[in-house]
């Protein structure tokens, strides 16, 4: 089993900025593809950015393009979400995932998962 834990989350005010953290815990870190997803109270848990285990390759949901990035540390077995120029609608569970089948916003594509870290964007 793949063990994740998120941090970084917490309150902030619109415009703002938070960089979300997810460490795991297996030696194969580096053969993971790794995403973020997130849900928002009364609606469908959805996709923010991934990036593939091979090359780097990021992939990343409109709402999160030219604000949010995504970057990963094999050596440390971290993946990380920095997020600038909050908005209210960014507030939401944040959820890092890992799998091994295609990178990019297809949920069903992860099989492992964190308990999720808070993020509230006041206004």
């Known amino acids: 089993q793949v063990q994740l834990v998120e941090s970084g989350g917490g309150l902030v005010q619109a415009g703002g900025s938070l960089r979300l953290s997810c460490a795991a815990s297996t030696r194969t870190f580096s053969t993971y593809n790794i995403g973020w997803f997130r849900q928002a109270p009364g609606k469908e848990r959805e996709f923010v950015a991934a990036v593939a285990w091979s090359g780097g390759t990021t992939y990343y949901a409109d709402s999160a393009k030219g604000r949010f990035a995504i970057s990963r540390d094999n050596a440390k077995k971290s993946v990380y979400l920095q997020m600038n120029s909050l908005k209210p609608e960014d507030t939401a569970v944040y959820y890092c995932?890992?799998?091994?089948?295609?990178?990019?916003?297809?949920?069903?594509?992860?099989?492992?998962w964190g308990q999720g870290t808070e993020v509230t964007v006041s206004s």
């Open positions: 995932a890992a799998g091994r089948g295609r990178p990019g916003r297809w949920i069903n594509e992860y099989a492992y």
